[in-house]
């Protein structure tokens, strides 16, 4: 009983966030995702992934190795993906970018900071920053065959996370006025990522969705289990071990209906697994989070 309350007590919040942006689009609301999007991503969740980085105390060797984890956990997700999708017959452009990576921004971050305080999100930073890059670039060229290390760079979410580390390393913080003023406008992150979510999911219209159930399930077990096996390798310590299992294993990210829609890939069928996927975690996230607890 207290394991359950303790998970429902962290998944709660995340959910009804995002129910709020559901229900606010179905009220008939105005909601302007790209503008909300652009506020978030090139200035709440950097100034976010900034000031973690700065404030952490976890040390850069343990980060480091959690670094690698990431790395290690998403080729070995890439490696399983590509398999799946080669034997089912379904497209690469479509399929194998949205199997691959999750919402680890969205619903990852609050995920950790709910479960494992400051600390673990902290870690789930640092994993998310790793899937951004991986995303702009690998994921791109996927969807597209036009992906650049370059365009990646002049991302804020990756320079941010540059800078950040770069202020870890050499223990530097930037003047209590300034900090304070990021630090406000990082809090905004995840409250307004949850409730886009929301309202993105409510204006998707989901094809396949047959597929799309399949394709889900089997996206959860190839992360979590290739994220669990990465972990046991590297022996890392309970919660930078649950933060990744927590962050590999998070459903489609609105952001593969977005690519598939900009780069002309089966965007209806992303939207599925989008919603298909979001719809399963509110089951798959709790029984996750009760074997990491």
Request: charged fraction near 10%; charge should be positive; include cysteine.
């Amino acid at each position: 009983m207290n394991l359950f309350l303790t998970v429902l007590e962290i998944v709660t919040p995340v959910f009804l966030l995002g129910a709020i942006g559901f229900a606010w689009v179905r009220m008939g609301f105005e909601y302007q995702v790209e503008f909300v999007t652009r506020l978030a991503m090139t200035l709440a969740v950097p100034c976010l992934i900034f000031t973690s980085l700065m404030r952490t105390e976890i040390g850069p060797a343990a980060l480091a190795t959690l670094s690698l984890a990431a790395l290690a956990a998403y080729g070995a997700v890439t490696l399983m993906s590509f398999l799946l999708v080669q034997f089912s017959g379904l497209g690469h452009r479509t399929y194998l970018a949205p199997i691959i990576f999750g919402n680890t921004g969205n619903l990852g971050l609050p995920l950790a900071l709910f479960a494992f305080g400051e600390v673990g999100l902290g870690y789930a930073v640092v994993v998310f920053a790793i899937m951004a890059i991986l995303s702009f670039t690998f994921g791109v060229w996927l969807v597209s065959g036009g992906g650049s290390p370059v365009k990646a760079i002049k991302e804020p979410i990756v320079a941010a996370t540059l800078l950040g580390a770069l202020f870890m390393w050499r223990g530097w913080e930037t003047p209590k006025p300034l900090t304070n003023t990021l630090e406000l406008i990082g809090q905004m992150a995840i409250p307004i990522m949850l409730i886009t979510l929301g309202v993105a999911v409510a204006r998707l219209k989901p094809g396949r969705m047959g597929r799309a159930v399949w394709l889900s399930l089997a996206k959860v077990v190839i992360c979590v289990g290739a994220a669990w096996g990465v972990g046991l390798w590297l022996k890392l310590p309970p919660i930078p071990f649950a933060v990744l299992v927590m962050q590999v294993s998070t459903p489609v990210a609105v952001t593969s209906y977005m690519l598939a829609e900009k780069y002309g890939a089966d965007s209806d069928a992303v939207a599925g697994l989008v919603v298909v996927s979001t719809v399963l975690a509110i089951i798959t996230i709790p029984l996750t989070l009760a074997l990491l607890l």
